[in-house]
C-alpha cells in the first residue's frame, strides 16, 4: 500500500471513535520532479489542491490553515516538511465521502505524482484548562 493512501483500519477505528469536526494535519514533501506528470512535485500537488476544493467545499470543510515550515526547531531531518495545511472536516464522515468519491478518485493520481511523502493526522478539539490550586 502506498504510503501517500490513508490506512483503511485506522480510517475505521476513527470513525467508529470520533464524533463531530475532525481537523486534518497534512504535513506534505514534495517530490523533485512529479512522478508520471509534468513539472514538479508541488507542480502536481497544486493540480490536486485546485481540484480538491471544491470538493471540501461541497462537504462543508475549508482549509483552517496552511503555510510553508520556516525551520524544525526540535526534531530532525525526518522533520522536514515542504508545507503543511489544517483541513477542517464537519464530521469523518465527510472526510469519507469525500475520500471514495469517484470525482476524488480522478484527481488523487495529482496528489500521489507530487508527494515523496506524507503525514495526516485526525485532530479532536480538546480544551487546556489552568490548573487548578
Sequence with gaps: MSSIVPDLAAVQKLAANHKGPVVMINLLKYRDK???EEGTGADAYNRYGAAVM???AARGARIVWSGRPAAVLVGTEADRWDAVA???YPSVQAFIEMATSAEYQ???HHREAGLERTALIACSPMSFQPESR
Design 34 to 36: 512529479a512522478k508520471s
Design 86 to 88: 489544517l483541513v477542517e
Design 106 to 108: 480522478k484527481i488523487h
Design 54 to 56: 471544491p470538493m471540501l
